[in-house]
């Protein structure tokens, strides 16, 4: 394996040669490796079955024949259930990918294919042999602590044997359409057998334990053996394949088919993200859990749970696609699941979990090896009595330091082991010597600038005044090391229109000076002494000048703006004074006067659904670009808070804050008494966040795979270095894998993250997380692993980044198409044999469907003129950092019953699904989204919550203006407060309550946040998509 994409010198941030064909930089990439990883077009979809699984050869709508059934096997209906020999030398179907002509390179390095063993085993009945073969198609990534296995079949012995796991039964049923079926999906009576319509089944199973899976109830006459328990459960998918059409959901999709009328399908049949997200609740909520296994399967990001390092990086760090790679390139590319991490190295730990050990080598330095330098951590192997150690990464066999020198006990590991954190952690950081700073001098503490729009609509709105009486109080609250009494962040001032007014309020100054910069062609610093300056010893003379802005402008009749000179001024200055930092801009209108990065009103509707839809998420002027680049090599982040009451053209002023690793933050129409909590509290959060200043990434991998793509809010200046001029807590970048030899399933898959970056105090560290993951040859072991929350954030990252050089039509078939690869590999190579016209769905994998439905429903991948431009882009710029929790609620929003409250419990009530069926004109719901919360209530809610919510008599009272709920001493008002606050807290973004009455028109908008439904945007229901892939997986399995 070549290593070039790895060797780097202790400065750490050099330029490297490129590696593949990743394209640094905005818009259509030059490479010809187009959106993702799914462009092969010689890729064969079904190579031949996996060892030691069947493989059903039944076509859509046949009958299957029946072969003697094995002992211990129910039959529930003859029609439904096949366990006939599967055709040994059955050719494998091949199809072409879905992307469009032009993309013709191989998505993989060419000579990196490893063809697969093919040997399909002969189905015998004997219930041994069926036993084991479904073991290797059991699918669990939801039950409590999840096992790594490699099964063994003849022919291929496995080197690492998991738990062995216990035989199984098997179950299929069909439910029958209609509402006399009980709601839980789970719940299975009333079976009737169905045999030409297709239905849908699950792979379920629970791991070694010998416990039959509690979510699933026994059937009426069945004798559960010990450890028995069903693994197929089908629910009922009640339509003819002939039937089944696309959704034509978006303009310029496909047209619906015509055909028979459909049948309603129940939605309690089908696969419900919340029953998956309340069974992972309840099996691992409030557990603690050990990350001591490699490849483990962690708990749901909707679960709380105590997280203990034992050697792997916490899963709030880092969550994986699957825990189990392929390992070959062909095995993958067959399965085409995205192998990819989403790592979020600042990321929150709760109080009672152990914040990072720092360690310190003192001038020594970080200990490294010679050839990969990967960062000493568990996955170095220490031999010859302790003397050298084995690097878990390249292998190459390194010196240990006599320092850091230690004896080995019996079983070979060093006796230190447990003293050092980066012997026995997954994640921890490294104080950095003077090799890892810049110009070799260390770092000066960050400093923040504050740099505020005084345009005529700021000043008259009354916003100049609410910063700066804010700013005030906020100054006292800027972030510093635990230790320390006061932060070392400096702070300076800056306010602009059509000209740049820089402040000095250097302490010594009984009132602040002003100075004038009207050259903003050519942008410079007026004053270096008094500009920044250490808040506690300045504070009179900058709360001086806070009293005196809003009064300075109040007669402004200026209304023009600028914007980019205003970053230009920002980064100047803290070039000049050789420190990183983070600039807080508020501004509110389009830059329209006269100077470099002037931008004009482009917002044409008339590019919807056409090839140059895509050019209005590209910036309008390429200074923007060069400007980004110049920010993070100067470790300047900007911060932007915008305040427009029309379009601002978001695409353009958003990238310096996308590039350099800032936040965006938009309030539409921006009134003072409304809005000023959700703006308040978004910049008092962002100015307290926990933040790494000019940071720089860089993931390693064990041989046999490698980074190949970055999504987030960064720059990227080569192939392996992710720039942010600074990383936050809520910040997360999603890294795609791919192989480039055959990975090896004793040694597995091994990725290390290292951030270089400055903290508040101005020290130079280095924050390491490391991550073991398994490899098998057995696909089912890669679909059992599967992370459904991880893979939408891969596909949410990778289609909103192909939007800037593909058609969205283009982008949203390749999500279709990828969701039903993906789906038709299982059932080829996985699933049990069972009619063609049934939908099997992986365990793991069971809510993707609605998960991928929710993506096409989005506004950024819906162009309708009803959508406004700007939010789009401003919905695609916070998704592109959003870690995986952010993108789970964000797509799939919380509706939580709040009628029925257990007053004297703590506890929130369990949410339900986002839809109309689930509402009820008794009941009121709080839906939340992440960026939008809805109070929504039912014509007849009941008067006593109407009274101890709103204190008003009745429905008819309730004024629907407010954003906050009133203050009331009532049980009904303090338990409902509480819970917006549980949904709150942990968010990047405030959410702004919006009170819904039903029947009223406010009601529109509060609907498009009901994903399971068909969208008033055009996109497809629920039912209506898992038709579609559904119908997509019989095509390309025929």
Known sequence: ???????????????????????????????????????????????????????????????????????????????????????????????????????????????????????????????????????????????????????????????????????????????????????????????????????????????????????????????????????????????????????????????????????KLDPDSIPSPIQVIENDKASRGGQMYATNTRGQ????????????????????????????????????????????????????????????????????????????????????????????????????????????????????????????????????????????????????PPAYIFMIDVSYRNINSGLVKLICDELKTLLDKLPREEEEESSAIRVGFVTYNKVLHFFNVKSNLAQPQMMVVSDVGEVFVPLLDGFLVNFQESRSVVHNLLDQIPEMFADTNESETIFAPVIQAGMEALKAAECAGKLFIFHSSLPTAEAPGKLRNRDDKKLLSTDKEKTLFQPQVNSYESLARDCVANGCCVNLFLFPNQYVDIASLGLVTMYTGGTLYKYNNFQLNSDSPQFLTDL?????????????????????????????????????????????????????????????????????????????????????????????????????????????????????????????????????SQTAHMLACYRKNCASPSTASQLILPDAMKVLPVYMNCLLKSTVLTGRPEIPTDERAYHRQLVMSMGVADTQLFFYPQLLPIHNLDLKSDTVPAAVRCSEERLSEGGAFILANGLSMFLWLGVSTPPELIQGLFNVPSFAHISTEATLLPDLANPYSKKIKSIVEHIQNQKPYTMKLMIVKQREQPEMLFRQFLVEDKSIHGGASYVDFLCCVHKEICQLLN
């Open 297 to 444: 399967v962690p708990p749901l990001v909707t679960t709380d749970c105590l997280i203990q390092d034992q050697g792997h990086a916490s899963p709030r760090y880092i969550r994986c696609t699957t825990y189990c790679f392929p390992s070959s390139s062909d095995m993958a590319k067959q399965a085409r699941i995205p192998l990819a991490a989403v790592i979020q190295p600042f990321a929150i730990v709760p109080q009672n979990e152990t914040p990072l050990y720092v360690v310190n080598h003192g001038e020594t330095g970080p200990i490294r090896c010679n050839r990969c330098k990967a960062y000493m951590c568990p996955f170095m192997q220490f031999i010859e009595g302790g003397r050298r150690y084995q690097c878990g990464f390249c292998n190459c066999i390194n010196e240990v330091p006599p320092f850091f020198f230690q004896h080995l006990d019996h079983i070979g590991r060093r006796v230190d082991h447990y003293e050092r954190p980066e012997l026995s952690l997954g994640s921890y950081e490294y104080v950095a010597t003077l090799d890892y700073c810049r110009n070799n001098k260390p770092p000066n």
């Open 684 to 816: 008092r959060r962002d100015i307290e966040k926990k933040t790494g200043f000019d940071a720089i990434m860089r993931v390693r991998t064990s041989t046999g795979f490698r980074a190949t793509d970055f999504f987030g809010a960064m720059y990227m200046n080569n192939t392996t270095d992710v720039e942010m001029a600074a990383v936050d807590c809520d910040k997360a970048v999603t890294v795609e894998f791919k192989h480039d030899d055959k990975l090896n399933e004793d040694s597995g898959a091994l990725i290390q993250c290292a951030v270089l970056y400055t903290s508040v105090s101005g020290q130079r560290r280095l924050r390491i997380h490391n991550i073991g993951l398994n490899c098998s040859t057995q696909l089912a072991d890669v679909y059992k692993t599967c992370e459904t929350d991880a893979l939408i954030n891969f596909f949410a990252k990778s289609a909103f980044k192909a939007i800037l050089s593909q058609p969205l039509k283009v982008v949203r078939e390749i999500l279709v």
């Open 1 to 263: 394996m070549s290593q070039q994409g790895y060797v780097t010198a202790p400065p750490y941030s050099q330029s490297q040669p490129r590696v593949g064909g990743f394209s640094a930089g905005f818009g259509p990439p030059n490479s010809s490796l187009h959106y993702g990883h799914y462009g092969d077009p010689n890729s064969s979809h079904a190579a031949a079955p996996q060892p030691g699984m069947s493989k059903s050869t039944v076509t859509l709508g046949s009958s299957a024949p029946l072969g003697p059934l094995p002992p211990g096997t129910h039959q529930v209906s003859q029609n439904n259930f096949q366990s006939g020999p599967s055709a040994a030398g059955q050719q494998p179907h091949r199809f072409q990918s879905p992307l469009p002509p032009n993309n013709t390179g191989p998505s993989y390095p060419p000579g990196s294919h490893q063809s697969q063993p093919a040997s399909p085993n002969t189905v015998s009945t004997s219930c041994t042999t069926l036993a084991n073969q479904l073991n290797s198609m059991q699918i669990n990534s939801y039950g409590p602590g999840a096992i790594q296995s490699s099964h063994t079949s003849s022919g291929h012995p496995a080197s690492f044997q998991g738990p062995q796991q216990l035989p199984l039964t098997q179950h299929q049923m069909t439910l029958q359409p209609g509402p006399q079926i009980p709601p839980p999906a789970n719940n299975f009576s009333g079976l009737c057998a169905q045999s030409s319509l297709p239905s849908m089944s699950r792979q379920d199973g629970m791991p070694g334990s010998g416990l039959p899976n509690p979510n699933l109830q026994q059937l009426p006459g069945q004798t559960p053996g010990p450890g028995y328990h069903p693994q197929q459960a089908n629910y009922g998918l009640q339509m003819a394949g002939s039937q089944l059409s696309y959704p034509g959901a978006f303009p310029g999709g496909p047209a619906q088919l015509s055909g028979p009328p459909q049948k």
